[in-house]
């Protein structure tokens, strides 16, 4: 258990709407990510962070925004949800370099449904 | 730029015999590669990793993958399937340097009694 927790874990929403999915860590790890799980495509980077307000894209980041003003919250906003966007949503944390190199640890995911 | 190609999206085996998941990797630089197995409407949990120690890398389950440089993979084996064993898995890879993961598409695991 790395200490990872979503929520909400199971949202159905109009399109047109904002979103917001929170991911919270309780270790004050530096790097957390968000990605999203879809059939045929694997996981996805939409989004990561390696610190306070440092965030950059992932590969799609299109429709998607994050902020992260504490260590512990790294929050994903759809600005406007369509049902492309309808997906599995995954944060991940990672443990620092001279722990466990790399390694990545996941959230139980968050389901979200854009009808 | 990294990848990661799984071959076979759906694999079936027969419970007690050998399970072979496939995965081959593109990488510039010297990679870590990892397999993960996800239960279904569950999150993705850690099977193995290969970090550049030893190339033969055992994991959890009785799992293991062995780090072939020259044919570019990090295949995942068990001797013994197990019904447990059904899942989907999923192989993917981080560059030395890079913070980012990148994954395959994910192999699913069926066990035939």
């Known amino acids: 258990d790395a200490g990872i927790t979503q929520s909400p874990r199971h949202k159905v929403t109009e399109t047109g709407t904002p979103v917001t999915l929170r991911c919270h860590q309780t270790?004050?790890?530096?790097?957390m990510y968000w990605y999203r799980q879809d059939p045929g495509h694997g996981l996805r980077l939409i989004h990561y962070?390696?610190?306070?307000?440092?965030?950059d894209k992932g590969e799609v980041s299109d429709g998607y925004s994050v902020s992260r003003s504490k260590t512990e919250d790294f929050l994903l906003t759809l600005e406007s949800a369509t049902s492309s966007q309808t997906s599995v949503y995954f944060c991940?944390?990672?443990?620092?370099?001279?722990?466990?190199?790399?390694?990545?640890?996941f959230g139980e995911g968050s389901w979200l449904t854009v009808v | 730029a990294q990848s990661v190609t799984q071959l076979g999206s759906h694999v079936s085996v027969s419970e007690g015999a050998l399970v072979l998941l496939r995965c081959n990797y593109s990488s510039s630089v010297p990679p870590y590669l990892f397999w993960y197995v996800q239960y279904p409407n569950q999150g993705l949990q850690l099977l193995l990793k290969?970090?550049?120690?030893?190339?033969l890398v055992k994991g959890i389950n009785g799992f293991e993958a062995e780090f072939k440089k020259s044919e570019t993979s990090f295949h995942l084996t068990k001797p013994s399937a197990h019904m447990s064993d059904a899942a989907e898995y999923f192989c993917?890879?981080?560059?030395?340097?890079?913070?980012?993961?990148?994954f395959g598409t994910g192999t699913r695991l069926t066990i035939i009694p």
């Open positions: 290969y970090t550049s120690a030893a190339t």
């Open positions: 270790e004050n790890h530096r790097y």
């Open positions: 991940a944390i990672r443990l620092d370099l001279g722990s466990s190199g790399n390694t990545i640890y």
């Open positions: 962070s390696y610190g306070v307000k440092d965030t």
């Open positions: 993917a890879v981080s560059a030395r340097g890079n913070e980012k993961l990148t």
